[in-house]
């Protein structure tokens, strides 16, 4: 079945540090690729999205593009905040096999910015 | 535009009883997801509807069950509670059910003693 590998945090940075957190993934279909985020205590946000091979997606001075030949979808960010401290899950669901809505997320990794 | 609501927000039951959540998509949205979220387990699919019927299911027991109402809004019940069903459970809705862009809920978490 279909599977997200991302890495084990926590990921623990100064400010205004550069950001990856890796992400790979297994899938038969065609999957559509996300990464959310979750602050304390809150629910899922949607951060980006991309969903064919080569597509890149970005918000908020975040990236991520879809690695067809890797299996990837890393996370980028040129320079965080300290706002920035949460989970970042990736995530995929495959369109094609009609499971849109079904969302397979990996494990998370937490994030915490430092002064 | 109100976002989608959860309640309620915190609950805490004791092994054996009985559970039902309550799920308020966006307004316009008809498909709504549930997934449940636990430190062993992350987040596990557990269920979708649309039009009111179950569309996609997750590999959960037969204890969890769902519905969705015609005006899209969904509840999901957990029959006879185990001490392994403490989590948060997100409610997550989008357009259509092969739309899958997805807004999540604020979560319920359910404590069972």
């Known amino acids: 079945g279909d599977s997200v590998t991302q890495m084990e945090g926590p990921v623990t940075l100064s400010e205004e540090a550069f950001l990856t957190i890796n992400c790979t993934y297994t899938a038969t279909g065609y999957p559509s690729l996300f990464w959310y985020v979750q602050y304390p205590g809150e629910g899922l946000q949607l951060l980006l999205k991309?969903?064919?091979?080569?597509d890149k997606g970005s918000n908020k001075g975040f990236e991520a593009t879809y690695r067809k030949e890797t299996t990837s979808f890393h996370l980028e960010k040129g320079s965080v905040q300290v706002s920035d401290s949460a989970v970042y899950f990736c995530?995929?669901?495959?369109?094609?096999?009609?499971?849109?809505?079904?969302?397979?997320f990996g494990t998370g990794t937490r994030l915490q910015v430092t002064l | 535009k109100a976002g989608v609501t959860q309640t309620p927000r915190y609950l805490i039951k004791t092994r054996g009883q009985q559970v039902t959540l309550s799920c308020s998509p966006i307004?316009?949205?008809?498909?709504v997801s549930w997934y449940q979220q636990t430190p062993g387990q992350g987040l596990q699919f557990l269920f979708e509807?649309?039009?009111?019927?179950?569309?996609n299911k997750g590999n959960f027991p037969g204890r969890f069950s769902g519905r969705q109402f015609s005006n899209s809004r969904s509840e999901m019940n957990v029959s006879t509670l185990e001490l392994g069903d403490s989590a948060l459970y997100l409610c997550a809705s989008s357009l259509a059910s092969d739309y899958n862009e997805q807004f999540f809920g604020p979560g319920t978490r359910l404590t069972v003693l």
């Open positions: 307004s316009g949205h008809r498909s």
């Open positions: 995530a995929l669901s495959d369109r094609r096999a009609g499971t849109a809505s079904k969302l397979t």
């Open positions: 991309a969903t064919k091979a080569d």
């Open positions: 509807y649309f039009s009111e019927t179950q569309r």
